[in-house]
């Protein structure tokens, strides 16, 4: 088989440290060199190093959770071609399993070109990503939280989620706050609600009759200042993306033309595939890179399968 990168390496990469094999294809003959260095920024720096005074060219590593990117930033600052290769399209030969039969193999699919390197943005899109999936997270948590303060309340046969779309607006907050600060009075506290409340206020009055303890209110003070902490948080990532979302505004602006497309879901996309659609041949690469058309597994004319896959994980 023909080989296009005469020299190359292969990384198997781990939380604590990183097996290397150095891979030179001289007049037919491979020689191979492995190193296990560890993971810190000195050593990753003298791994550089190494590779570049040997003449290596080209680089794949396996895409393993989150400790391919130091790595990644790293060697990027040097003159090699970087290839990230999804695992499951390298899997090693069954029975053969070692960190350093890993790095080798790698080398050896990655001099005969037989790696398909997943994309991997920019620094700009990356950092965008990292705070647009840390937003969402924070949003579940709050979700979460308002959830068990839904529980607590059902607890207390407090039926408040009944009779107004959110606990979190205006009069179901303050009810809850009147609720912790001690008020059990049906009337005093149905008299908080908005004007704008359609619930009748006989209904409302009884959806506030229960039995409130010391336990329930130390639950829902819990539960509400986490909800604020998590509440300020999201707006601090707001306020950053805003600072940093300048180089995909035009991208932006063409997305939220889109029906259903907000501002927000506009800067998910961006943050995720980037400005760049060179990467993408055709759109049906990218629609397959985000795991929305199913697959194709078919054997003897039988069609095993055809879910789609998981997107990125969140």
């Not at 499951?88 to 053969?96: I, L, M, Q, S, Y």
């Not at 350093?100 to 950092?127: C, I, K, M, Y």
């Not at 840390?134 to 959830?147: M, P």
């Not at 409130?212 to 130390?218: L, P």
């Amino acid at each position: 088989m023909e080989v296009l990168y005469p020299h190359c390496a292969g990384l198997d990469v781990h939380k604590d440290m990183v097996v290397a094999c150095l891979r030179h294809t001289v007049e037919g003959a491979i020689k191979r060199e492995i190193r296990t260095v560890k993971t810190t920024t000195k050593a990753l720096l003298d791994l550089s190093e190494w590779l570049a005074s040997e003449g290596c060219t080209h680089i794949v590593m396996e895409a393993t959770g989150v400790y391919w990117k130091p790595v990644w930033h790293i060697l990027g600052d040097g003159d090699f071609a970087l290839v990230l290769a999804n695992a499951a399209h390298v899997k090693n030969v069954p029975g053969r399993k070692t960190d350093v039969n890993d790095a080798t193999w790698l080398a050896d699919l990655l001099a005969h070109g037989l790696v398909r390197g997943s994309f991997v943005p920019d620094a700009q899109t990356q950092e965008m990503r990292g705070l647009l999936r840390t937003r969402k997270q924070l949003v579940r948590e709050r979700a979460s939280h308002v959830q068990r303060m839904q529980k607590t309340l059902e607890d207390a046969n407090i039926k408040l989620d009944s009779v107004i779309t959110d606990i979190m607006g205006i009069s179901g907050r303050a009810m809850v706050e009147a609720l912790i600060v001690g008020e059990t009075n049906p009337d005093r506290l149905a008299a908080l609600a908005d004007r704008r409340i359609r619930a009748p206020a006989e209904e409302l009055r009884e959806a506030l009759r229960g039995r409130v303890t010391k336990h329930h209110r130390f639950l829902l003070r819990l539960h509400l200042q986490q909800i604020d902490t998590l509440t300020a948080a999201v707006a601090e990532i707001d306020q950053e993306v805003d600072a940093n979302v300048e180089p995909f505004r035009a991208a932006i602006t063409i997305l939220i033309t889109m029906p259903g497309v907000s501002d927000l879901s506009a800067r998910t996309i961006m943050a995720e595939i980037g400005t760049d659609m060179s990467r993408f041949p055709t759109e049906g690469h990218l629609i397959s890179w985000a795991g929305l058309c199913p697959r194709n597994d078919e054997s003897a004319g039988k069609r095993r399968s055809n879910r789609m896959r998981k997107g990125a994980p969140g």
